[in-house]
């Protein structure tokens, strides 16, 4: 059996409430809770199969792992933290895990869309703040139905398609802005250009990957683009948002909002000013960590060594 070294399965399995039994019986694997840069070289030595999720793997790092390492697997959907050419010419495959978190990173979206369209964080925040206005007085905040309104959706892939069919559920009209348009089987979508989307849309939502093209995507330009009455959500990358613009955006209402579950520095830290807007909402990268979702992500890895050992690839990125 080939050896596995699974190098920061705390981060799956911070709770201690998974099943590794598949992935136990697809290779013989080493559990370690975390690994420093440092360490993971020798950690690896031995080892045929590299598990990670999320951890931090340049070009110094795979040009120093053993020449038993055959295969890395990224236990989540974005690879941005591996050099995939430097694993290319060491001859180690790269493979990730796509769809394992649809739906709960859709169910996470619309909660913020929702969220917002009821003033529900803002409402909770006055009565931390010992104010009963909206108990006592006509409602004060803004609070509007989704049906009608136009969701923007940034990407096409599988998590935008989740988040696509609820809108149109919901009654909502789709506005969707993709390099690789795809045929989406639904009523009132569209795919349009960028600036079309930002300016027209209500609610604009980032599900696209973090690279070159898309790094800081949304900046002061893109921002100014917005309905000064639209929000924005980000439950993809964080640093697709030009963090320091948003604040400004958010500090002069250029928009009314935003939702974000990922952050440009992860894990965040109080001195991050989003923090202190009442109009942001924050959640720590909790898209993916529905513990049915985790548990699929831990079965989908034993099925893609499995398929790696057998000669048949799958999630291949490079």
């Keep these: 059996m080939k050896k596995a070294v699974f190098l920061n399965y705390e981060k799956v399995d911070y709770d201690k409430k998974l099943d590794f039994c598949k992935l136990k019986k697809a290779a013989e694997i080493t559990f370690f809770e975390k690994s420093a840069p440092e360490e993971i070289c020798k950690k690896a030595e ?9 951890l931090p793997l340049g070009k110094e790092i795979i040009e120093n792992l053993p020449s038993t390492v055959e295969l890395i697997c990224e236990a989540g959907t974005g690879y941005n933290n591996i050099d995939l050419e430097a ?10 895990i796509s769809a394992y978190s649809s739906k709960a990173v859709a169910q996470l979206t619309f ?6 369209s009821s003033s529900l964080t803002a409402q909770q925040n006055m009565l931390k703040e010992n104010r009963y206005d909206n108990f006592t007085k006509y409602m004060m905040l803004n609070h509007s139905e989704v049906a009608g309104k136009t969701l923007g959706v940034i ?19 789709v506005l969707v802005f993709s390099r ?19 300016t ?3 609610f604009v939502t980032i599900h696209c990957p973090l690279n070159e093209d898309t790094r800081y995507l949304m900046d002061q330009e893109k921002l100014a683009l917005m309905k000064p009455s639209a929000y924005l959500i980000n439950t993809s990358r964080g640093a697709i948002i030009k963090e320091k613009d948003l604040v400004v955006a958010l500090k002069n209402r250029v928009i009314a909002g935003a939702a974000l579950d990922v952050l440009e520095q992860e894990p965040g830290t109080s001195d991050n000013p989003l923090f ?7 959640t720590p990268h909790i898209g993916w960590q529905c513990i049915e979702t985790r548990q699929r992500l831990i079965d989908m890895l034993a099925e893609n060594i499995q398929a790696f050992l057998e000669g048949k690839p799958v999630n291949k990125v490079n």
């Excluded at 096409?156 to 809108?167: C, D, F, L, P, Q």
């Excluded at 202190?276 to 924050?282: D, F, H, V």
């Design 87 to 96: 694993a290319k010419k060491k001859n180690i495959a790269v493979c990730n």
């Design 155 to 173: 990407g096409a892939g599988k998590i935008a398609g989740e988040v696509i069919k609820t809108a149109v559920f919901f009654g909502m009209k």
């Design 180 to 198: 690789t348009p795809k045929d989406f089987q639904e009523e009132n979508v569209s795919f349009v250009s960028l600036t079309e989307l930002l």
């Design 111 to 116: 909660t913020f869309i929702l969220s917002l």
């Design 276 to 282: 202190q807007l009442s109009n942001c909402i924050l």
């Design 46 to 54: 031995g080892s045929h199969i590299l598990i990670t999720k999320e």
């Design 200 to 202: 027209n849309s209500d």
